[in-house]
């Protein structure tokens, strides 16, 4: 079983930055892709930025030149870091990681971390 910490939300005035991490149990190596979702209240769970095993990154179009993500493999850890934040963005920030095992995609989820923009 893989396990997902989030840490780095809060509370951050309109125009200001977090970094959002997310430790993993295990290597990240294994992990075919690695991504940050988010959730807003009343709306549904969204891809924010995702990055592959060989670094490749999507982002969502809402995101694209203010989030940048990152992995660090030797510490088995995910970055999200998060400019120019705006009140839309508030939300609850989730880290997943997708890896195969004998021809089945297995996901995985953190507990979320809260990130509140002010305006």
């Known amino acids: 079983q893989v396990q997902l910490v989030e840490s780095g939300g809060g509370l951050v005035q309109a125009g200001g930055s977090l970094r959002l991490s997310c430790a993993a149990s295990?290597?990240?190596?294994?992990?075919?892709?690695m991504g940050w979702f988010r959730q807003a209240p009343g709306k549904q769970r969204e891809l924010v930025a995702k990055?592959?095993?060989?670094?490749?990154?999507n982002y969502a179009d809402s995101v694209k030149g203010r989030f940048a993500i990152s992995r660090d493999n030797d510490k088995n850890t995910v970055y999200l870091q998060m400019s120019s934040l705006q009140p839309e963005d508030t939300a609850v920030y989730y880290c997943?990681?997708?890896?195969?095992?004998?021809?089945?995609?297995?996901?995985?989820w953190g507990q979320g971390t809260q990130v509140t923009v002010s305006s």
């Open positions: 990055i592959t095993s060989v670094g490749r990154k």
């Open positions: 295990t290597s990240i190596n294994t992990m075919s892709t």
């Open positions: 997943t990681a997708e890896r195969i095992r004998s021809g089945v995609l297995l996901n995985y």
